[in-house]
């Protein structure tokens, strides 16, 4: 019998007595490019609403600046990058993504951009000070305890210049224990609804029924103001997707 993906997950890696997620363990490391571009779109509800307004954000505030520095944390394919990029082509922008797999795809994507590519885990590699503009879309989640993302966080608001800015969108829960149980259908709803088979169904429930580590977005806004952002809005809801924007 084939091994489940259940089977697979190991926590190997510690940091700070926590197990830190491997991208082995996640979908994205064994999907081919074009499988996760196509899937990912359908199974994040709100995927493609949420990147819109990234874009008008980006479009507004960053397209006409002289010299900006962006870092964007989980660029997967590189499928959110190529969206902001195309506003601020000559942007200095610095990906991180560990696996191996996902960032294959980004390198062909970004080719055409000044763009720097690292291969490690965001919670270990140092950032840069200088950025003007963080980015990370579904890709925080899978930090395993609420330190973990609020260290997180601390990270990216020292790596801001003075009036730099984090954009924040994510896969969430509620403090409200109903509010978070409707939003958790919805989204389980959205995956029967928008995967092509059950196969497909099968990984993407398991992915976020064993594999996203969802934090409650109250919660987490707080955490973005207790290290330091001044202004935090959220920009978007839909059941479990969320977009903030925190400005230092
Ligand atoms: C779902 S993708 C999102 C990419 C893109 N924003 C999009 O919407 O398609 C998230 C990425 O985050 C990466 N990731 C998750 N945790 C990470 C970590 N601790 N360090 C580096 N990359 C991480 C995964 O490998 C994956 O490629």
Not at 63 to 82: P, Q, Y
Not at 184 to 191: I, M, S
Not at 196 to 202: C, V
Request: proline letters at 1%; charged letters at 25%.
């Amino acid at each position: 019998m084939k091994a489940t993906l259940c089977d697979k997950i190991k926590y190997t890696r510690e940091i700070d007595g926590t197990m830190a997620t491997k991208a082995s363990e996640l979908n994205y490391d064994r999907y081919p490019n074009n499988k996760y571009d196509y899937e990912i779109k359908m199974v994040i509800p709100g995927h493609n609403n949420l990147h819109k307004i990234i874009e008008t954000v980006v479009k507004r505030d960053y397209s006409k600046m002289k010299s900006i520095h962006i870092l964007e944390l989980g660029v997967g394919t590189g499928l959110t990058a190529s969206k902001i990029l195309r506003h601020c082509p000559s942007a200095q922008y610095i990906g991180i993504d560990f696996s191996e797999q996902m960032l294959k795809g980004a390198r062909k994507r970004l080719k055409k951009y000044n763009s720097e590519l690292i291969l490690g885990d965001y919670a270990q590699v140092n950032f840069s000070k200088n950025n003007n503009l963080v980015v990370s879309v579904i890709g925080i989640h899978h930090q395993k305890t609420n330190q973990d993302k609020k260290n997180l966080f601390q990270k990216i608001y020292n790596s801001l210049t003075s009036d730099g800015a984090f954009l924040f969108g994510d896969l969430v829960t509620y403090r409200d224990k109903e509010e978070a149980a409707l939003n958790d259908a919805l989204h389980f709803h959205h995956l029967v609804e928008n995967t092509k088979d059950e196969q497909s169904l099968k990984e993407w429930a398991h992915h976020h029924k064993f594999q996203n580590k969802l934090a409650a977005l109250e919660n987490q806004i707080d955490w973005l103001k207790e290290v330091g952002f001044r202004k935090v809005i959220m920009l978007y809801r839909k059941y479990n997707t969320a977009l903030i924007y925190a400005r230092k």
